[in-house]
Structures are given as structure tokens and as C-alpha cells.
């Protein structure tokens, strides 16, 4: 599968954005997705994480109760609404696909990722 992350850009703090992940190939529904963001000068982070049904989500604490994470599996796609943004979001932020035999199951760690898209940038500006 390839993955097409966009959507990023610069907005103030207190904004919103709403990054996109496209997959193509077959069968995306039977993909567990995540996002991961690394920053200037550290390493990559986990953000969030969905089920290949879509129905259970996991999020980082630092992002949890602003992100929400989201799936259109007719449309192969995830998406990321990101509100509250602040300055510490700021990082190129990249979606992640493994192909999942449990329905429900989240992947939290980046090494189980089979698959990456390129980053989008993310910057929140003071």
C-alpha cells in the first residue's frame, strides 16, 4: 500500500488542522493506521493510532482530548483533526499502515508499521 499524507501547514496557536492520509492499493480496510511526528532535533513520536474497522482509536496524552483520528475506509482514507494546536505540535507529521488480522486491535509502537507516506509539515507559530 502507498500512503499520501497532506493537509499540513502554518497556523497560529489555538487554530486547527486537519491532516489527510490517501492509501492506495486493495483492501485498505484490513490496515490498522497511525500517525507519528518527529521534530527539529528529536526523535519520532507516536500520536495517534486506529483499528482497521475504525472503531477504537488510542492517543498520545499529549495530544489526547484535541486530536481525533478518523477513517473513511470507502474513501481509503485516515484523517487527523487537530485542534488547540500549539507550538509544541510543531513537527513533520507522517501516517503509517499495517495490515491487522484483529479488527480492533491499535499499534502504538512505529516498529510495527509496515508502511509509511511521507511527512507533512505542522507548524504552530506563538
Known amino acids: 500500500v502507498q500512503l499520501q499524507a497532506s493537509g499540513g501547514g502554518l497556523v497560529q496557536a489555538g487554530g486547527s488542522l486537519r491532516l489527510s492520509c490517501a492509501a492506495s492499493g486493495p483492501s485498505f480496510s484490513s490496515y490498522a493506521m497511525g500517525w507519528f511526528r518527529q521534530a527539529p532535533g528529536k526523535e519520532r513520536e507516536f500520536v495517534a493510532a486506529i483499528s482497521r474497522s475504525g472503531g477504537r482509536t488510542y492517543y498520545a496524552g499529549s495530544v489526547k482530548g484535541r486530536f481525533t483520528f478518523s477513517r473513511d475506509n470507502a474513501k481509503n482514507t485516515v484523517y487527523l483533526q487537530m485542534n488547540s494546536l500549539k507550538p509544541e505540535d510543531t513537527a513533520v507529521y507522517c501516517c503509517?499502515?499495517?495490515?491487522?488480522?484483529?479488527?480492533?486491535?491499535?499499534?502504538?509502537?512505529?516498529?510495527?508499521?509496515?508502511?509509511w507516506g511521507q511527512g507533512t509539515q505542522v507548524t504552530v507559530s506563538s
Open positions: 503509517a499502515a499495517i495490515r491487522s488480522s484483529s479488527t480492533g486491535f491499535v499499534y502504538t509502537n512505529s516498529g510495527s508499521y509496515e508502511y
